[in-house]
Structure formats: C-alpha cells, structure tokens
C-alpha cells in the first residue's frame, strides 16, 4: 500500500501549479469537479493525457501541432521568405487571426529573462538561426513582446539573424486601431509620435 | 480507428468547462503544459482520476471526504446539539478558519435558483431534514450566502426545520471587522444600522 496523500489536497495542489491558478481557485476547480457528472473530470483528465501523448513541436517552426510539420508549414501558398518570429503559440494564433501575415513562424517558447534563468538556449533560437542558414529567408519580423524580455529578445535575435537576411523588421509600436487617445500610456504615445507618417 | 478531434482543441474545451476559466485562459493553460515538464501534466490527469475514485459525500454532513464520515461529524468533541447550514464546502472551510464554532456543518451543495433551474430537490435538503428528524439538534445556524439565493434557501430551510429544533438562527449582517464605513454598501450598512446593539 502506498502513502497516499488525500486526493482534494493533491488535486487542489496540482491545479495551484497552473498559471493563474491561486489556492482559492484551485480548491473552487477542484469542488467543481467533484459536483459536476463524472463525466466532465474524466474527459478533463483524458485530454491531459491525449495532449501530452500526440502534441509535439513542428519540426520547423515550433509550434504545437500533432504531425512533424503544423499546418502553416505544410502549406504550399504560404510566403516561404518571410519568418515572423513571436514569443508563444498564442502569439502566432493573435496574428493568424489578423489576416494580415501569409509568411512562416517561429515560435519561441518564452523570451530572454535573466532575471527568471531563462538564457537565449532555453529558447528556440538555435533552431531559428539553422532555418536562416538554408539562405531562403530574406526578411526576419521579430514580433516578440514589446516588454523588457521582449524587447532584448528582439536585440538578440536581430544581431544573430543578421548575416542571413535582408532585413530584420520589428512590429510598430503606436495608437491601437479605434482607440481613444486620452487613455493610451504615455510610452505608447510617445511611440506613436515618433513613428508618425505623412498623410 | 475512433475519429478523433485535434488534441489541442479538446483539452482547450476541457478546461473551458471550468468555472471562471474562459477560452483565452484555456488555452493559456493547454500550452502551459505543452511547455511544463510532462510530469505536471501526468500529475493533474492523475490527480483528477484520484478524486474522481476516492472521493464521495460524507453520509451524514454531505462535505466531501474520502470515509463514510468526514473528520468533523467523526469528532466526538464537536457540539452535535447546533448545525450550521453552508452552501459549499468552501464556506464550511472559511467558518472552521474563524475558529469560532465548534457544532456541526450541513453542506446544501448549492442554493435555491428558479433562475438556473435549481429547486430544492436538486440541494441536499432533505438529507438535512432526515438528521433533523433525530431531535437531537436545538440550533439551526443558516449561513447561506446574502444574495437573493442564498436568502431564498433560507427562508426556505426555516420553515421546513422549525418543527424541529428550538431555534433556526441566520448569520448575523453588518460593518466587516477592521474595514472603514465610507466603503460599505449601502444595504450592509442599512443592515448594520438596523442589528445595531448596545455598547
């Protein structure tokens, strides 16, 4: 027999492990469950196992995808010449979903962080630098984070990726689209002003 | 060969059925554990599973334990002459926090909602009634929440329990301790006003 702990504090602490996730939270979730049909946990519990047993990373780009290469990868009508490099899968999903992009990703997995250990090797950029070295990709978007993490990335990955590329661009800074100008910050607003555009 | 969904999207929708867990955080969550050590993953599937089996109602409070009785109604120092009445779990653990009451508990596992389409029947009310009904109870203590729920079930377990005990009783409403006036509502001071009593 095995020293088991009890079963809601083990589930309350492995929910409490999850980002955003607080003791309160953790124990509402667990309780949810437990008044919810069984059904619902077992389905959760499943796709936990399903997820960890079929995704991997595209041997490409990065991301998380259930075959070698994700979807964008495979596809033939994408712009093979351009890589727009972000931050997280949620990143590359944000601009898929702005119609704007028909290049290639890579997707990092984090951002340079000294502070929280997290090195440039922690990050996909080897896997980067060797896609630029096959000398198709003449212009590398760094669409990273606008923060300081971001932002240093940005600086890395620009000095590295250099001798591969034409050029090396980074998304504007500026107003957001529809936006009221008294409630943007002042560094945006700064930014907007020094990037401004004849009419 | 089942026909299977992308395992992504299925653990997204798991999460996605949790309380205050939104498409957005799911999918914060689903990539979190693609990016965490796959032990964590394991764990959580784990952990659910663990509750799930182990976990049921106590027979005579209806909290959830992993005995037949959970370790308060198994206490023979507890005062079994006074119930209080709470709507979740969670509320049973914030009364035995205040170390204030030593009776034992009766969890409704919910609250009257015609609304939501939850009557009586689907609470544990009758099982209340049932312990009632062994006359070894003097004080019902209703600490239901204060929302039109809460205060609906109160009402509601009053009258069914008046046959059965000397008193039913309701947590008192009022200034909270250590707060300023100025941030209290105005029904919770009109509550405070009214309950005031002599100093």
Chains 1, 2 share one sequence.
Do not use: W
């Not at 607003?189 to 020094?194: D, I, N, R, V």
């Amino acid at each position: 027999m095995t020293l088991q702990k009890d079963p809601i504090e083990r589930l309350v602490k492995a929910f409490g492990t999850l980002p955003g996730i607080g003791e309160k939270s953790a124990l509402r979730l667990t309780y949810h469950l437990l008044r919810s049909q069984p059904e619902k946990g077992l389905e959760l519990s499943a796709a936990i196992s399903d997820v960890l047993n079929n995704v991997r990373r595209c041997q490409e780009c990065q991301t998380f995808t259930t075959a070698d290469l994700c979807p964008i990868c495979q596809d033939e009508s994408r712009d093979k010449s351009t890589i727009c490099v972000v931050e997280q899968v949620q990143d590359m999903l944000a601009i898929e979903r702005s119609h704007f992009y028909r290049g290639l990703f890579h997707v990092l997995h984090g951002a340079i962080s000294p502070i929280d250990g997290v090195g440039p090797e922690a990050l996909t950029i080897d896997s980067l630098i060797k896609r630029l070295e096959k000398g198709q990709v003449s212009e590398l978007i760094i669409a990273t984070n606008t923060d300081t993490g971001g932002e240093t990335t940005a600086l890395y990955i620009a000095r590295l990726a250099a001798p591969y590329v034409n050029k090396v661009t980074r998304l504007a800074s500026g107003l957001p689209r529809g936006g009221y100008l008294e409630y943007v910050d002042s560094a945006t607003l700064g930014a907007a002003l020094k990037f401004r555009h004849d009419l």
